[in-house]
């Protein structure tokens, strides 16, 4: 007996040791393929041989978000697809000084082999696209080539997207950056750089180069015709008396005869400031700030203001056309987060559908810190809602989004926004978000599918449910609701931002409000051709409508806007 037990226990050493050579073959396989895509060569010898590098240090390791930053999503919350590993979060990417170390710190992560400049030829030369390519240009903290609007799309990122953006943002340059984001400018502000320190292709355009870590991939848009170039988050705010003394103070003050707004607006998006001033033949350009001194608008008939863009203003003496140009303020693009981790959890809590993706929206402009949420969303991350991927109880959020509407869920939280929005409206918004997607619309065929009413009758008395949870076990709250914001949205910001006990510029207010419909409002307004509401459900709606509004002023908070329901 004893042999045979001598021979099993030799067999199990040979075993051992037989796994512990092919544990490390197979780490010797792995450091050498490694150091090949990392293009770093050992030292040479023979004449003509450079002489061997610097040790580098250890590229600088990605953040990670604790195991429970993602909790599982309920049912009603449609799955989306994640972003890639490995893209920045917010502007605070930890970057060294040594450019070897970046493009080593890349091709690490993104698997992106070094190419010579046959293929870097070829890669610029074999595509056509709208616009021409410049080159690639530094784009750091201290020397920012492209300083305007910046978009983000970690999936489908592409030259002609990015192109597009900026030219319809009155931009004449667009820059794609690390493949994922683009920035627009009117003028390059860095120095270029090395063709090969572009070298990250776009991700939803493998065969175009967007970029690298700190380098831009600069194009010139498409020119459009003087006159006819076509803008959008062109904003007309009003009709101002602006004293002769206070005119002087504006940067640029141009004489054109014949001058029309269009004209005006297109000179001043490509000096990049954000308002336009229009009096006859004067065209003045500005910041926000003037504008905040303005007092309210006044008749537009002072103004004696024409229909379109193209129309010639005449108005009276001292009275002003003001339009906010596609321009973002300097002052309104950065955004991080919380400097100092806060001990305060605020939820921004609504129903699906109740705008709560636009309300983040603003808050971000506003205050200029990143908004939390209790989800992922990848698609809201890849648009720049950095804060999807934060353990939403880290504290560097300024709030938190959530749907969840249990006692446990909500006693969680220190305060509140509570955000309602009418139950119509929501149930439409959030069965064309469960059926085509944040910008979509739902077709005549799903409205009239049994999935329709299947999905009120489960949603429509969680609407009533989810407010009447937070009005009862809610310890701070705020109630807003989305037709107020709509109707006068600078107040209502303002109270958000002071319940978030959040400090804030005018000019940022003034940028909400010039660029207060983001990436995520559906174009349009399209209804299904018919009244998706029967009778019945109707009935049912309006009794939960009633209820909320109970429930609200039982608690000494004015009730619900009067279109929710005729009374």
Request: hydrophobic letters at 35%.
């Amino acid at each position: 007996m004893a042999t045979p037990l001598y021979r099993l226990r030799c067999l199990l050493r040979r075993a051992q040791m037989l796994l512990l050579f092919l544990g490390i073959a197979y780490l010797m396989a792995g450091s050498i393929l490694l150091l090949q895509r990392s293009g770093v060569r050992g030292p040479q010898t023979g004449p003509g041989s450079l002489p061997p590098p610097l040790a580098l240090p250890a590229p600088p390791t990605l953040p990670r978000a604790p195991a429970l930053g993602v909790r599982a999503r309920s049912g009603w919350e449609a799955s989306q697809g994640t972003s890639g590993v490995g893209v920045r979060s917010g502007r605070h990417w930890p970057a060294s000084r040594n450019v070897g170390v970046r493009r080593l710190h890349r091709r690490w992560f993104h698997g992106v082999a070094p190419e010579s400049q046959e293929q870097r030829a070829a890669l610029h030369g074999g595509r056509r696209h709208k616009g021409t390519y410049v080159g690639c240009f530094l784009h750091e903290a201290s020397q920012r080539a492209l300083g305007g609007t910046v978009l983000y799309d970690t999936r489908k990122m592409t030259s002609s997207l990015c192109q597009d953006t900026c030219s319809e943002s009155g931009y004449r340059y667009a820059g794609l950056e690390y493949g994922s984001e683009c920035h627009c400018g009117n003028r390059i502000g860095s120095p270029p750089a090395a063709e090969e320190e572009c070298s990250l292709v776009c991700r939803g355009e493998r065969a175009t180069p967007c970029g690298g870590v700190g380098r831009l991939s600069v194009y010139k848009v498409e020119e459009q015709i003087a006159g006819h170039r076509k803008f959008r988050n062109v904003r007309y705010s009003g009709c101002f008396k602006i004293p002769k003394n206070t005119t002087k103070a504006f940067p640029v003050h141009s004489l054109q005869s014949n001058l029309t707004s269009q004209a005006c607006i297109e000179s001043c998006t490509d000096k990049e400031f954000p308002l336009a001033v229009i009096r006859g033949p004067h065209c003045l350009c500005a910041g926000a700030a003037p504008l905040l001194s303005l007092g309210p608008a006044l008749e537009d008939q002072l103004c004696e203001r024409a229909g379109g863009l193209d129309a010639t203003p005449q108005p009276q003496p001292d009275y002003y056309q003001v339009h906010q140009t596609p321009v973002l303020d300097s002052r309104c693009r950065e955004r991080m987060f919380l400097p100092q981790r806060s001990r305060s959890l605020v939820a921004l809590s609504s129903f699906p559908g109740a705008g709560n993706t636009w309300v983040r929206h603003l808050i971000e402009l506003v205050t200029g810190y990143y908004t939390g949420s209790f989800y992922f969303d990848g698609a809201l991350y890849n648009q720049g809602f950095k804060g999807e991927k934060d353990y939403w109880k880290s504290g560097r959020s300024i709030c938190v989004k959530t749907h969840e509407s249990g006692p446990r869920e909500i006693e969680m939280f220190d305060a509140a926004i509570l955000l309602i929005r009418n139950p119509y409206r929501s149930l439409v918004a959030e069965f064309n978000r469960k059926c085509a997607g944040h910008l979509g619309y739902a077709s005549d065929t799903q409205w009239r599918s049994k999935e329709w009413p299947e999905f009120v009758d489960s949603y429509a008395p969680w609407w009533s449910s989810h407010a009447l949870s937070w009005l009862r076990f809610g310890r701070r709250l705020l109630v807003v609701h989305y037709e107020d914001l709509q109707r006068a949205l600078l107040p209502q910001v303002r109270l958000i931002s002071s319940f978030l006990n959040a400090s804030m510029t005018e000019e940022r207010l003034i940028c909400a409000r010039g660029h207060q419909e983001g990436h995520f409002k559906r174009s349009g307004a399209q209804k299904p051709s018919f009244d998706p509401f029967t009778p019945e459900m109707r009935t049912a709606i309006d009794s939960y409508i009633r209820s909320v509004d109970q429930a609200l002023r039982g608690r000494n908070v004015s009730g619900l806007p009067l279109e929710y329901l005729p009374r």
